[in-house]
């Protein structure tokens, strides 16, 4: 079993940055598609973004496109979403999934076999 590890979560202003890390220790996640959804409370869970094993395939959901980056390291094992330009809808439990490496990444949540507890940003003045 693949145990995913979100952090980076936080409270941030409008307008601010926050960079979310997804990891496995001590694991290579260059195996794996990788995505990320988030969930707000009494809303259904929405897709980010996602990249692909090789980090040439980006995806992201339409209210993302342009504020939010998805990238990995393989030096780090680790995949980041770097969100800017922060708006309050973005508040939600960020959570960050790995599935089979496909052509392109899809953002389909059922595409992905393993994900993490989650991390929460609250973005509030």
């Known amino acids: 079993q693949l145990q995913l590890v979100e952090s980076g979560g936080g409270l941030v202003q409008p307008g601010g940055s926050l960079t979310l890390s997804c990891t496995v220790p001590?694991?290579?996640?260059?195996?794996?598609?990788i995505a990320w959804f988030r969930q707000a409370p009494g809303k259904e869970r929405e897709a980010v973004s996602c990249v692909g094993g090789s980090g040439d395939s980006t995806n992201y959901g339409d209210s993302v496109k342009g504020r939010f980056t998805v990238s990995r390291d393989s030096a780090k094992k680790a995949v980041f979403l770097q969100m800017e330009g922060l708006k309050p809808e973005d508040t939600a439990r960020y959570y960050c999934?790995?599935?089979?490496?496909?052509?392109?990444?899809?953002?389909?949540?059922?595409?992905?076999?393993?994900w993490g507890q989650g991390t929460q940003d609250t973005v509030s003045s």
């Open positions: 999934a790995a599935g089979r490496i496909q052509t392109t990444c899809v953002l389909f949540s059922y595409e992905y076999v393993y």
């Open positions: 001590g694991f290579n996640l260059d195996y794996f598609d």
